[in-house]
Every structure is written in structure tokens, then in C-alpha cells.
């Protein structure tokens, strides 16, 4: 079974520059979950998704940030315009919804650097 | 909002020792912990989940779990140069599938 798939890997791109980054979940996951990763910060949830809708959006920074979950395949997460300090690793998870107990896989992540 | 506090080490610990990796987390109505595992440049991946309070063993890991005191543990017990990472404690949030995830402890395993 093929896990998580993010793509870019890697994204270098400069200030206000509109970056897009893309996700598929495991088949057969209905939940999936952005996350940012920094040093400074750690690991943060921007968004989660059950059954395709937005559940808590609460970790969005900022209206700079969108993301959508058009089908159960498939999610994008947006940063427009970029800035520097949103350079970071971004991971994406899925997992069985239901119980809180669901292990979240994630995603290899994809590197931004925002120049 | 759920703090999960952790050293950020490193711990650093010879081959075959034990190693412990310690949490604290400040909503005491939390029922479930996590113990995630992240090598450099990779993604965390599961390797522990503990309910109740004592101790959980899987293999030469053993999740310890104290509600009273609000803290969590992991010993690795044998480590192994493999077993440098940084172990990343994680806490639900109730009633949701979300997890607020420390910052991790790095733990480098000298040969």
C-alpha cells in the first residue's frame, strides 16, 4: 500500500511568491491533517480534515494561508503571498476517523524555503 | 489549549543502556498519550500509545504512565545506535482526532 504522498519535496520560491503544496491520504482514510515543523515551534496542526470538511482550522496563522480538500483523494494546502518566516517543513497525515486512538501516518513532508 | 512539555536534550547515552524520555502535559483530563519517533529529514511515525496509569512494554520499549504526577515516559531499554531520534510526545485533544505534539527530546545513542 502506498503511504501518504506529499509533493513538491521541496519547494524554494521567493517572498510573495503564491506556493501551493499538495497532498494525497492513505485510501480508505476520511481524515487528514496539515502540520507545520519548526525548530523554534515544533511540530503545529494547521488544519484538519474529516469526510473532506474542515473540522479546526484554528491553527491557520493567517489569511495568508488556505487550504482545501476537494475529493477524498486529494488536498492542496496554499500560502499567498509568501514570506520568509513561513519557511519550514510542512507534513501532512491521515488517518481511520472515529477514534482518537487512529495512528496518523504522515506524509514525507515537503520543505519550503521562502527566500 | 494543551501544553506537552519536553526536553529538548540531547540525551545522550551509550549502546546497550537505558535510555528515558520524559513528558509532562498539563490538561489533567487527558486519557491517551503517544510516543511518535522522527529521524533527521524523515516523518514521525507511531511507536507507542499508553491509556492507563504503570507501564506499557512492546519489544525493548516501555511506555510509562503516571496521571497523578501528569507525566509520561518512554524508556528503551538495549538502545541501539538505530534508535538516535527525536521522540516526540503527543496528546488528543478530547472529543477529536488532533494531536498537540511536543517539541520533541533528540536522543543520540553513541556506538
Known amino acids: 500500500d502506498a503511504g501518504v504522498i506529499q509533493s513538491p519535496r521541496h519547494e524554494v520560491t521567493e517572498m510573495g511568491q503564491e506556493v501551493t503544496l499538495r497532498c494525497k491520504p492513505i485510501?480508505?482514510?476520511?481524515?487528514l491533517f496539515w502540520y507545520r515543523q519548526t525548530m523554534m515551534r515544533g511540530l503545529e496542526l494547521l488544519i484538519y480534515?474529516?469526510?473532506?470538511?474542515?473540522?479546526?482550522d484554528s491553527g491557520m496563522p493567517e489569511d495568508r494561508f488556505s487550504a482545501k480538500m476537494p475529493n477524498a483523494s486529494f488536498s492542496t494546502l496554499k500560502i499567498q503571498p509568501s514570506e520568509p518566516r513561513d519557511s519550514a517543513v510542512y507534513f501532512c497525515?491521515?488517518?481511520?476517523?472515529?477514534?482518537?486512538?487512529?495512528?496518523?501516518?504522515f506524509g514525507p513532508g515537503t520543505r519550503l524555503t521562502v527566500l | 489549549q494543551k501544553e506537552v512539555e519536553q526536553n529538548s536534550g540531547p540525551l545522550s547515552v551509550p549502546e546497550g543502556a537505558i535510555a528515558s524520555l520524559n513528558c509532562t502535559y498539563s490538561?489533567?483530563?487527558?486519557?491517551?498519550f503517544f510516543w511518535y519517533r522522527q529521524y533527521s529529514g524523515k516523518s514521525p511515525e507511531l511507536i507507542m500509545f499508553?491509556?492507563?496509569?504503570g507501564d506499557k512494554e512492546d519489544g525493548r520499549f516501555t511506555a510509562q504512565l503516571n496521571k497523578a504526577s501528569q507525566y509520561v515516559s518512554l524508556l528503551i531499554r538495549d538502545s541501539q545506535p538505530s534508535d538516535s531520534a527525536t521522540y516526540l510526545c503527543?496528546?488528543?485533544?478530547?472529543?477529536?482526532?488532533?494531536?498537540?505534539f511536543g517539541k520533541g527530546t533528540m536522543l543520540l545513542v553513541s556506538p
Open positions: 497525515a491521515s488517518n481511520l476517523q472515529g477514534l482518537h486512538t487512529d495512528t496518523q501516518y
Open positions: 485510501s480508505g482514510h476520511n481524515s
Open positions: 480534515f474529516n469526510n473532506n470538511v474542515p473540522i479546526d
Open positions: 490538561d489533567r483530563g487527558s486519557q491517551s
Open positions: 499508553i491509556y492507563s496509569n
Open positions: 503527543a496528546v488528543p485533544h478530547s472529543g477529536y482526532s488532533t494531536l498537540t
